[in-house]
């Protein structure tokens, strides 16, 4: 007989309980943090099955069978003054990242190309430095973001870092950009454990800017750091707090020369676990699996789906390989997915017809950030 599960569910099963909460769900209700944990504790790979089987439904319900895939570019590569454990593009750490410049206009256009010809709905504009301030380097990140959107092939999304003002977001805004990623990347406890150069409500501070401007957000995060299971929930629960449009799981991929570079692996179960458990947490919006899962998943990979996942990261990560492009367009033809993806988050919307996450457009935005 299976195990039961802590606090108010000590009469129900396993399978009970993740029924009962994956139906309140699909009722359109939503779990709490302690029933979040839950979740984030069962054990035995049968009670992880049946835990994967309700997060599909949660995204087929939600999100029907559309995924929306994105890539990026790496726009200026290592010697970033921040201390960031996980990263190998940190001048804090000896690694073989490589080292460049601002990227002139022709490899993005080359992505952005590239990027549409395999169904790529976005592409973005990765940088590694601690962030944007008013200057030449804003003018010529407005300038690729302009490019980008006159390209017209895939939306341009970018992630550039912290921001320092409002103004530099609403240029930001007003140069065309979509969406911005900028990921809380554990939480709130977490956090001073693979960052000192900067705070997690540094990081809140600029999605509020970026909310207040009207662009959309990509926010998530990296499990596998040493955190515990909790740490993943309450990330789970920052991210609904935030209303975040888009939210990557990564996987870690530890890098010779980081301080996490012998960080013990996740298993496949667990990491799958997770990615159910953030469906359940945020059952509309689109989690996107990310960095890391080649290594860590293997032949696993297309399990993602069964676990909740409705986005995927195609094409090469910043300084790490990923499976050929054509390989997972594949596997999604395999599982009946269509990464024919136009939605502009539409289905988002809540059931008053209001923009769920807030993008600027609903004064309770700033309020949802700085109260989190």
């Known amino acids: 007989m299976s195990m039961t599960l802590v606090g108010n569910a000590e009469e129900s099963t396993i399978r009970d309980r993740v029924a009962e909460l994956g139906q309140r769900i699909?009722?359109?209700g939503e779990i709490s943090r302690d029933e979040g944990l839950e979740l984030a504790c069962i054990e035995s790979n049968a009670d992880i099955m049946d835990l994967l089987a309700w997060?599909?439904?949660?995204?087929?319900?939600?999100?029907?069978?559309?995924?929306?895939?994105?890539?990026?570019?790496?726009?200026?590569?290592?010697a970033c003054s921040e201390n960031c454990s996980f990263c190998a593009q940190s001048a804090a750490y000896q690694t073989e990242s490589p080292r460049y410049g601002f990227v002139d206009p022709e490899p993005v256009a080359e992505a952005m190309s590239e990027a549409k010809s395999n169904s790529v709905t976005a592409v973005g504009l990765v940088a590694a430095w601690r962030g944007l301030k008013e200057g030449p380097m804003l003018d010529e990140v407005c300038d690729r973001i302009r490019e980008m959107k006159e390209n017209g092939k895939s939306r341009p999304d970018a992630s550039l870092g912290l921001i320092d003002s409002q103004a530099v977001a609403d240029r930001l805004k007003e140069a065309g950009l979509s969406c911005y990623g900028h990921n809380l990347e554990s939480s709130r406890r977490f956090f001073p454990e693979h960052c000192s150069t900067h705070t997690f409500?540094?990081?809140?501070?600029t999605i509020e800017f970026l909310k207040n401007a009207g662009i959309k957000i990509c926010s998530g995060g990296i499990i596998g750091m040493g955190e515990a299971r909790e740490d993943r929930v309450d990330l789970?629960?920052?991210?609904?707090?935030?209303?975040a449009n888009v939210?990557?799981?990564?996987?870690?991929?530890?890098?010779?020369?980081?301080?996490?570079?012998?960080?013990?692996?996740?298993?496949?179960?667990?990491?799958l676990k997770t990615?159910?458990?953030?469906?359940?947490?945020?059952?509309?919006?689109?989690?996107?699996?990310?960095?890391?899962?080649t290594i860590n998943?293997?032949?696993m990979q297309s399990m993602v789906f069964t676990a909740g996942a409705s986005a995927l990261m195609v094409g090469n990560y910043l300084t790490t390989l990923n499976q050929p492009v054509e390989k997972d367009l594949q596997m999604l033809r395999d599982l009946g997915l269509d990464p024919d993806w136009d939605n502009d988050f539409a289905d988002q919307l809540s059931e008053s017809g209001n923009c769920s996450n807030q993008c600027g457009c609903d004064e309770k935005s700033a309020e949802a950030i700085t109260t989190s």
Not at 236 to 243: G, S
Not at 251 to 270: A, D, K, S, V, Y
Request: glycine share 6%; proline share 9%.
């Open 26 to 28: 699909l009722d359109g």
């Open 55 to 78: 997060a599909n439904r949660i995204r087929e319900h939600y999100k029907g069978n559309k995924i929306h895939l994105c890539s990026i570019v790496n726009a200026k590569a290592g």
């Open 201 to 205: 409500d540094d990081r809140l501070k």
């Open 236 to 243: 789970a629960m920052e991210l609904r707090a935030i209303d």
């Open 247 to 271: 939210v990557p799981v990564n996987i870690l991929n530890p890098i010779p020369g980081t301080p996490l570079e012998n960080q013990e692996p996740l298993p496949p179960m667990e990491i």
């Open 275 to 293: 990615i159910a458990v953030f469906r359940f947490i945020l059952p509309r919006k689109e989690i996107m699996i990310a960095g890391g899962r």
């Open 297 to 299: 998943l293997r032949d």
